[in-house]
């Protein structure tokens, strides 16, 4: 089935340092999300974005939907230790089904 | 409101076994979806519906069965277990209106089939 390429798979990082993921596809999609999910609980939708090239925020997270609608990427500022979790983007092509990439584990050492 | 409730939390099967995991929403959204989750896959999604008496296949719907008889229930069958049917499930749900697909998402179900 069709994927998203999710890259890192994983990060470590120390507290306070900046972070940086991102999604691609061979596909064009309409709509670019990214869900946060913790241990044991399910996703959480973080930010939504509907047009190329948007660039949104949500406190401390950037995200911006590709100029060729085919990539999307996700910054966080200034991480904190509640920021450990699996992010997750998403892409939806219009047909009401969501296509989720593989995930990044975020661990954060104090 | 509880938002979307899944029962049950864990469960464990033996091959071969059926059963059902539940799934209820309570704000008003005429789509609703189950996706499996597998250590390293993602989410895929096995069955969706967008609106009561309305159903169709996901990316990986081979042995399971889904109803929608009211907006708020969207129960997944399991009618005969298997091994490779170990993953944890999640219900999601989402309205259909506009572009988005912004979807919110059960605390989830941990199914063991042994």
């Known amino acids: 089935g069709q994927q998203l390429n999710q890259s890192p798979q994983s990060m470590f990082i120390q507290e306070g340092e900046d972070v940086s993921m991102n999604c691609t596809s061979s596909s064009i999609f309409n709509t670019w999300l990214w869900y946060k999910q913790d241990p044991g609980e399910g996703p959480v939708l973080l930010i939504a974005l509907y047009k190329a090239g948007e660039l949104t925020s949500n406190g401390r997270l950037t995200a911006q939907f590709g100029i060729t609608r085919k990539d999307s990427f996700l910054n966080i500022s200034a991480s904190i230790p509640s920021d450990v979790g699996i992010y997750f983007c998403a892409g939806n092509q219009g047909a009401q089904k969501l296509v989720f990439g593989q995930g990044t584990r975020l661990t954060i050492n104090p | ?114």
């Open chain 2, 1 to 114: 409101n509880a938002g979307v409730t899944q029962t049950p939390k864990f469960q464990v099967l033996k091959t071969g076994q059926s059963m059902t995991l539940q799934c209820a929403q309570d704000m008003n959204h005429e789509y609703m979806s189950w996706y499996r989750q597998d250590p390293g896959m993602g989410l895929r999604l096995i069955h969706y519906s967008v609106g009561a008496g309305i159903t169709d296949q996901g990316e990986v719907p081979n042995g399971y069965n889904v109803s929608r008889s009211t907006t708020e229930d969207f129960p997944l069958r399991l009618l005969s277990a298997a091994p490779s049917q170990t993953s944890v499930y999640f219900c999601a749900s989402s309205y259909l209106a506009g572009a988005s697909n912004e979807q919110f998402f059960g605390p989830g179900t941990r199914l063991t089939v042994l």
